[in-house]
């Protein structure tokens, strides 16, 4: 099994460059969708309370047969347990589902700018840390007012940002400011709902050149600015060939064409933290 690329953060934690997304894997068929993506060699799997999911994920990671220690369980808390009371609780709860010791990796889902109580929130995923039930503690689509609020009032940096990026919204100054400031970046949705994406003229003409297909071209677009993909994947044929992409090295000049498909607004949903509030 070949080794992932991995990419560490400013405290040393690192992650495997492909991990898999588990929105919509529920149930038995969730539950073997995990426990399969392990065995193939997925290392990082990415959940959230909100996936409704948690249990069928901690099932599939246990029936994988592969040492715990080895993988990377993601949770996230949600809009509505922002409060210090209700986040700890929620935190406790997301472990009790999953079934774990202690959460690999628990991020708040959105920062709800105008309810304004992420900041309770993240002193509780610190606190959580500090107990030994959270390993490492980060976020998800928040921006760089937010990032710098959280450290200012806690202390405490992130050590991984969840958000939007695919060759339609590249989020190239955003992905600038993880790097200065050793934030390791996850890209949710990082094939764009594929259709569109997928036959797009240079996707198509750079996965031809490498002989792979335009999925694993974006992936390797992925890997090759540093961005960790999460992509969903529930049949053993894409989990393998998910991973694949994570060796192939696309040229500058590749690189380049395919994050010229930017648009000034390319969001899926229109889902920008300045406003989006998740419940």
Do not use: C
Request: without cysteine; hydrophobic residues 40%.
């Amino acid at each position: 099994m070949t080794a992932l690329p991995t990419f560490t953060a400013h405290n040393g934690f690192t992650l495997p460059a492909i991990g898999l997304g588990t929105y919509a894997l529920w149930g038995d068929a969730g539950a073997d969708a995990v426990a399969g993506a392990l065995s193939a060699g997925y290392r990082l799997v990415d959940s959230a309370f909100n996936y409704e999911n948690e249990g069928s994920v901690g099932r599939g990671v246990a029936a994988s047969g592969v040492d715990r220690a080895e993988v990377i369980v993601t949770t996230k808390l949600p809009g509505r347990h922002h409060r210090t009371a209700k986040a700890t609780t929620s935190i406790e709860e997301s472990r009790s589902r999953l079934g774990v010791d202690a959460v690999d990796l628990h991020l708040i889902h959105w920062p709800n700018p105008s309810q304004d109580e992420y900041v309770q929130a993240w002193q509780a995923l610190v606190e959580a840390q500090q107990r030994g039930v959270v390993r490492q503690i980060g976020v998800s689509n928040f921006l760089p007012a937010h990032l710098e609020r959280i450290e200012r009032e806690t202390g405490v940096r992130p050590v991984v940002n969840q958000i939007e990026v695919h060759p339609y919204f590249p989020q190239e100054e955003q992905l600038e400011y993880h790097r200065d400031h050793g934030i390791l970046t996850e890209a949710w949705s990082p094939i764009a709902k594929a259709a569109d994406l997928l036959a797009e003229p240079v996707v198509v003409e750079v996965a031809a050149a490498h002989d792979i297909s335009p999925a694993q071209a974006v992936l390797a677009w992925h890997v090759a600015r540093e961005t960790i993909a999460i992509p969903k994947a529930s049949s053993r044929e894409h989990q393998v060939a998910n991973l694949a992409a994570a060796s192939v090295a696309l040229s500058r000049d590749e690189v380049a064409a395919i994050t010229a498909l930017g648009r000034a607004d390319g969001r899926l949903f229109g889902g920008d933290p300045r406003t989006h509030e998740e419940s």
